[in-house]
C-alpha cells in the first residue's frame, strides 16, 4: 500500500509539472484531483479490514484479501452502477446478538441487489421467523464478493457463514438449525455442511433443512407455484420461459427434471432454461420455435432476482435472452421477480425446516446411539468422512434423508446422523 501512496504521489508530481505550461485553473485542478486521489488511498488502507465479511481467523482475514484482489474488474464496475437496487436501510441483516438457546441459520448465496434480497431471502427469512417463534432467525451468505459489495457500496455488513456460525457459538446456542435457500443438493450445500461440521462440537444439536427441490413432492409443489404464478400470461399464444443458473455437477439435472414433468402435465409451453449448463438458450428458443408462439414471457427460476436475472435475462446486451427472442420476431415480457416472492415456495422452506426440527425428537429419543457413536475413539474421522464424500452413484436425491444431524454429547465428541444428500 505505502508503495502504492508514493506511486501515486510521484504521477501527481508528474502531472502537475506537464500542467504547469497552461493555465493557473488546469494546474489547480489537476492537484486537487491528485489530492483526492492520494486520500483516497489513505482511507482504502485505513480501512481494509473493514471489508472483511467476518472477524475471524488470520487464514480467513487473508482469504478475504485474496477475494479483493480477485474481483478488482468487478469493484471497478462498481464505479460505473449506473442503476438502483433500492435501499439497503430497508433489510434485516439479522446479525444480531443475543440469540438464545435456539437458532435457525438461514443460509443463502446472496444477491447485492437491495429490493430483492429484502423481498426474496429477507421474505423467506420473515417466514420462517413467524412459523418458528421459539427460534431466533439469523442469516449467512456464502459469496464474500456479494458481501463486500454491499459494505462498500452501502455500509451494510453481511455476516457470511463462518461468522454466523462463531455468532452462535460466542451466544451460546445450544440448538442449531440450519435452512439454506438453495435450490438444489448440488456442491455449494455440501460445503455448506462441510463447513458447519467445523463448528459442530460448539452445539448439543445441529440439524439440516434441505433445498428446495428434493423430493418428488417438492418438484409437484414447484411446478404448481410457478404455473399458478404465470397463469394470467398462459393464453395459448406465449411461451412462458424460466432461465436458472445452471451447474456442471449432476445436480443440474434437477432443470430437465422440471421440464419434463411440465411437459408431462400438459405445460406444453412452458420452458426451462439456463445460463451457465443445459438446457442452454438456444435450447430453450429452438423449443419455443417449434411452436406457433407470439409473445415470450421470461422469468428466472432463481430464488432472487439479481445480476443473472437483470443483466443475462432482461439485459439490453446483444445475447441476453431478451434480446434473443426479441430478434427472433418475439413479443418479450421479463418478469424480475425471484422465487423468494412467491408464497407457495417460502412455505416449501418452512416443511423443510421442520422436518429437521422433529428429526431432532427423533435423536433424543434414541440416545444409545449417541452413547454407542461416542465410545468410538474413531468418530471425529468417520465424520468427516461421511460429510466430505462425493456420491458416485446414480442414486436420486429422492433417496436422501429428511436431514442430517449433527449433535453433541457430554464429552463433546460431535455426532453426525445421516449421510449429506446426494447429488442428482
Same mark, same amino acid.
Given at each position: 500500500?505505502?508503495?502504492?501512496?508514493?506511486?501515486?504521489?510521484?504521477?501527481?508530481?508528474?502531472?502537475?509539472?506537464?500542467?504547469?505550461?497552461?493555465?493557473?485553473? +488546469?494546474?489547480?485542478?489537476?492537484?486537487?484531483?491528485?489530492?483526492?486521489? &492520494?486520500?483516497?488511498?489513505?482511507?482504502?488502507?485505513?480501512?481494509?479490514?473493514? @471489508?472483511?465479511?467476518?472477524?475471524? #481467523?488470520?487464514?480467513?482475514?487473508?482469504?478475504?484479501?485474496?477475494?479483493?484482489?480477485?474481483?478488482?474488474?468487478?469493484?471497478?464496475?462498481?464505479?460505473?452502477?449506473?442503476?438502483?437496487?433500492?435501499?439497503?436501510?430497508?433489510?434485516?441483516?439479522?446479525?444480531?446478538?443475543?440469540?438464545?438457546?435456539?437458532?435457525?441459520?438461514?443460509?443463502?448465496?446472496?444477491? #447485492?441487489?437491495?429490493? #430483492?434480497?429484502?423481498?426474496? &431471502? !429477507?421474505?423467506?427469512?420473515?417466514?420462517?421467523?413467524?412459523?418458528?417463534?421459539?427460534?431466533?432467525?439469523?442469516?449467512?451468505?456464502?459469496?464474500?464478493?456479494? @458481501?463486500?459489495?454491499?459494505?462498500?457500496?452501502?455500509?451494510? /455488513? @453481511?455476516?457470511?457463514?463462518?461468522?454466523? /456460525?462463531?455468532?452462535?457459538?460466542?451466544?451460546?446456542?445450544?440448538?442449531?438449525?440450519?435452512?439454506?435457500?438453495?435450490?438444489?443438493?448440488?456442491?455449494?450445500?455440501?460445503?455448506?455442511?462441510?463447513?458447519?461440521?467445523?463448528?459442530?462440537?460448539?452445539?448439543?444439536?445441529?440439524?439440516?433443512?434441505?433445498?428446495?427441490?428434493?423430493?418428488?413432492?417438492?418438484?409437484?409443489?414447484?411446478?404448481?407455484?410457478?404455473?399458478?404464478?404465470?397463469?394470467?400470461?398462459?393464453?395459448?399464444?406465449?411461451?412462458?420461459?424460466?432461465?436458472?443458473?445452471?451447474?456442471?455437477?449432476?445436480?443440474?439435472?434437477?432443470?430437465?427434471?422440471?421440464?419434463?414433468? /411440465?411437459?408431462?402435465?400438459?405445460?406444453?409451453?412452458?420452458?426451462? !432454461?439456463?445460463?451457465?449448463?443445459?438446457?442452454?438458450?438456444?435450447?430453450?428458443?429452438?423449443?419455443?420455435?417449434?411452436?406457433?408462439?407470439?409473445?415470450? &414471457?421470461?422469468?428466472?427460476?432463481?430464488?432472487?432476482?439479481?445480476?443473472?436475472?437483470?443483466?443475462?435475462?432482461?439485459?439490453?446486451?446483444?445475447?441476453?435472452?431478451?434480446?434473443?427472442?426479441?430478434?427472433?420476431?418475439?413479443?418479450?415480457?421479463?418478469?424480475?421477480?425471484?422465487?423468494?416472492?412467491?408464497?407457495?415456495?417460502?412455505?416449501?422452506?418452512?416443511?423443510?425446516?421442520?422436518? +429437521? &426440527?422433529?428429526?431432532?425428537?427423533?435423536? +433424543?429419543?434414541?440416545?444409545?446411539?449417541?452413547?454407542?457413536?461416542?465410545?468410538?475413539?474413531?468418530?471425529?474421522?468417520?465424520?468427516?468422512?461421511?460429510?466430505?464424500?462425493?456420491?458416485?452413484?446414480?442414486?436420486?436425491?429422492?433417496?436422501?434423508?429428511?436431514?442430517?444431524?449433527?449433535?453433541?454429547? +457430554?464429552?463433546?465428541?460431535?455426532?453426525?446422523?445421516?449421510?449429506?444428500?446426494?447429488?442428482?
Amino acid at each position: 500500500m505505502k508503495k502504492l501512496i508514493i506511486s501515486l504521489m510521484t504521477v501527481s508530481i508528474l502531472v502537475l509539472t506537464l500542467t504547469g505550461c497552461g493555465n493557473k485553473t +488546469a494546474s489547480s485542478d489537476a492537484e486537487n484531483t491528485s489530492s483526492q486521489n &492520494i486520500t483516497d488511498v489513505s482511507e482504502e488502507e485505513v480501512n481494509i479490514d473493514e @471489508i472483511a465479511p467476518a472477524d475471524n #481467523s488470520v487464514e480467513d482475514l487473508d482469504a478475504v484479501s485474496d477475494d479483493a484482489s480477485d474481483t478488482d474488474t468487478d469493484d471497478a464496475d462498481d464505479d460505473d452502477e449506473n442503476y438502483d437496487t433500492g435501499d439497503a436501510s430497508l433489510d434485516n441483516v439479522r446479525n444480531q446478538d443475543e440469540i438464545g438457546d435456539q437458532e435457525l441459520l438461514v443460509v443463502s448465496f446472496g444477491t #447485492s441487489f437491495n429490493d #430483492s434480497r429484502r423481498l426474496t &431471502i !429477507g421474505a423467506i427469512e420473515d417466514t420462517l421467523e413467524k412459523s418458528f417463534s421459539d427460534y431466533s432467525v439469523r442469516r449467512g451468505f456464502t459469496a464474500d464478493i456479494v @458481501i463486500n459489495h454491499v459494505q462498500k457500496r452501502d455500509g451494510i /455488513l @453481511i455476516d457470511n457463514v463462518d461468522a454466523a /456460525l462463531q455468532r452462535a457459538i460466542d451466544n451460546n446456542v445450544k440448538t442449531l438449525v440450519v435452512q439454506p435457500t438453495h435450490l438444489m443438493n448440488g456442491l455449494e450445500y455440501n460445503d455448506i455442511v462441510d463447513q458447519v461440521a467445523q463448528y459442530a462440537d460448539g452445539f448439543e444439536h445441529v440439524v439440516f433443512g434441505e433445498p428446495l427441490l428434493t423430493s418428488d413432492e417438492d418438484f409437484k409443489k414447484v411446478e404448481q407455484a410457478i404455473v399458478d404464478w404465470t397463469a394470467e400470461y398462459d393464453d395459448g399464444e406465449t411461451a412462458i420461459c424460466f432461465m436458472g443458473h445452471g451447474t456442471e455437477a449432476d445436480s443440474n439435472g434437477v432443470y430437465q427434471k422440471m421440464q419434463d414433468l /411440465l411437459t408431462a402435465d400438459g405445460y406444453k409451453n412452458y420452458f426451462i !432454461g439456463t445460463v451457465e449448463a443445459t438446457p442452454s438458450l438456444d435450447d430453450v428458443l429452438k423449443a419455443v420455435q417449434a411452436g406457433e408462439y407470439k409473445r415470450v &414471457i421470461l422469468e428466472p427460476l432463481m430464488v432472487v432476482a439479481g445480476d443473472h436475472a437483470n443483466n443475462d435475462m432482461a439485459g439490453d446486451e446483444e445475447d441476453s435472452w431478451k434480446s434473443v427472442f426479441e430478434n427472433a420476431g418475439y413479443e418479450v415480457t421479463c418478469l424480475l421477480r425471484g422465487l423468494g416472492e412467491n408464497e407457495a415456495i417460502r412455505q416449501i422452506y418452512v416443511e423443510h425446516a421442520q422436518a +429437521a &426440527i422433529d428429526s431432532i425428537g427423533t435423536e +433424543a429419543e434414541n440416545p444409545s446411539k449417541s452413547e454407542e457413536n461416542s465410545d468410538s475413539s474413531s468418530e471425529e474421522d468417520s465424520i468427516d468422512e461421511t460429510i466430505s464424500q462425493d456420491s458416485d452413484t446414480e442414486d436420486s436425491e429422492l433417496d436422501s434423508p429428511a436431514s442430517e444431524v449433527i449433535a453433541t454429547d +457430554a464429552s463433546g465428541v460431535a455426532d453426525f446422523d445421516g449421510e449429506p444428500d446426494e447429488e442428482l
